[in-house]
């Protein structure tokens, strides 16, 4: 059984940083799977914050470039996302994805792990 298991968020002020982790477990050949974050503030869709293929190649969403930084340990099969200079609309739950390169039908989600940015 997969399983994603977000942790790292927490109550940050204004310009703080925060490290999210991602550790997943269950999952066979981590290193083929394109993993992302994502995040969902009260009453607004679910948006992506970043994401990581499996060839190295990174994406950003425009709220988060320059501040945001995925990265991935196909060691540890554990995905992070480093979070510098927060402001107060990054608050949001944030969640882990992964999806399989390979078998499209495998796409799994963390329970997600609160981020507040608030002085």
């Known amino acids: 059984q997969v399983q994603l298991v977000e942790s790292g968020g927490g109550l940050v002020q204004p310009g703080g940083s925060l490290k999210l982790s991602c550790a997943a477990s269950g999952i066979i050949n981590f290193s083929r799977y394109t993993m992302g974050w994502y995040r969902q503030a009260p009453g607004k869709q679910r948006e992506l914050v970043a994401r990581l293929t499996t060839n190295g190649i990174t994406n950003y969403a425009d709220s988060g470039k320059g501040r945001f930084t995925i990265s991935k340990d196909n060691i540890r099969d554990t995905v992070y996302l480093q979070m510098n200079s927060l402001k107060p609309e990054d608050t949001a739950v944030y969640y882990c994805?992964?999806?399989?390169?390979?078998?499209?039908?495998?796409?799994?989600w963390g329970q997600g792990t609160q981020v507040t940015v608030s002085s």
């Open positions: 994805n992964a999806k399989d390169s390979y078998y499209l039908a495998n796409d799994y």
